[in-house]
């Protein structure tokens, strides 16, 4: 069975900040996708990144970095330069046959 | 391109009532999946479609808990009859094959 893991419940740091944000996956299969999806205070799931398990590039996006460890069963995301926009939950994820989500961790940027 | 649209975006009801959430997936997609989240849960797949058919209802809580797809741009999930516990977010998400799933804006489920 799949579980996700995001030990970190709340994080709170002020704007420029950098922080990351923690991700363990468990899972049996040897093909399998990770996710990060974001949700603002509005309330809607954005997609943010897919990476497969057969690719362990970091991948950065503007301020977004995720960092792939197979060795570790990590998949970690970091803001560089937070902003008070950034202010939301962060669910990572793992897919087989079927997505399932961390807990998520709420962040909160402070001007 | 539109998204997933759901509606409504809010429902108050009262238990007992019937409750029918309704999903249009983005043109194109054919998988598509329901979703709930509390706080106690967190996010959990009620069950998902391929191409309109229902492929896993594993996660459907109880028989008061339907889900229809009539055709390729709808799906509907009823609640009948409703209880307080079911109050939460429900979600609907597309996805082109197994992999990434976009997600509507949920409806916010109150049951009274």
């Known amino acids: 069975a799949q579980k996700v893991t995001q030990a970190q419940t709340e994080i709170s740091v002020v704007e420029k900040e950098d922080v990351t944000l923690d991700c363990v996956y468990e899972t049996r299969d040897t093909t399998y996708y990770l996710f990060w999806y974001k949700q603002p205070p509005s309330g809607e799931l954005v997609f943010l990144i897919r990476r497969n398990s057969f690719d362990e590039q970091n991948e950065i996006s503007g301020r977004y970095s995720w960092n792939f460890q197979k060795s570790t069963s990590s998949f970690n995301f970091t803001i560089t330069a937070s902003q008070v926009v950034d202010s939301a939950v962060y669910f990572c994820a793992c897919n087989t046959d079927k997505l399932i989500f961390g807990t998520g961790t709420r962040l909160q940027v402070f001007p | 391109d539109a998204g997933v649209i759901q509606s409504p975006r809010h429902e108050v009801t009262e238990m007992g009532q019937e409750v029918t959430l309704r999903c249009k997936p983005i043109?194109?997609?054919?998988?598509l999946f329901w979703y709930r989240q509390t706080m106690m849960r967190g996010l959990e797949l009620l069950i998902y479609f391929n191409n309109n058919v229902p492929i896993d209802d594993s996660g459907m809580p109880e028989d008061r808990f339907s889900a229809k797809m009539p055709n390729a741009s709808f799906s509907t999930l009823k609640i009948q009859p409703s209880e307080p516990r079911d109050s939460a977010v429900y979600f609907c998400a597309s996805s082109l094959g197994r992999y990434i799933q976009y997600f509507g804006a949920g409806t916010r489920l109150s049951v009274l």
């Open positions: 043109s194109g997609h054919d998988y």
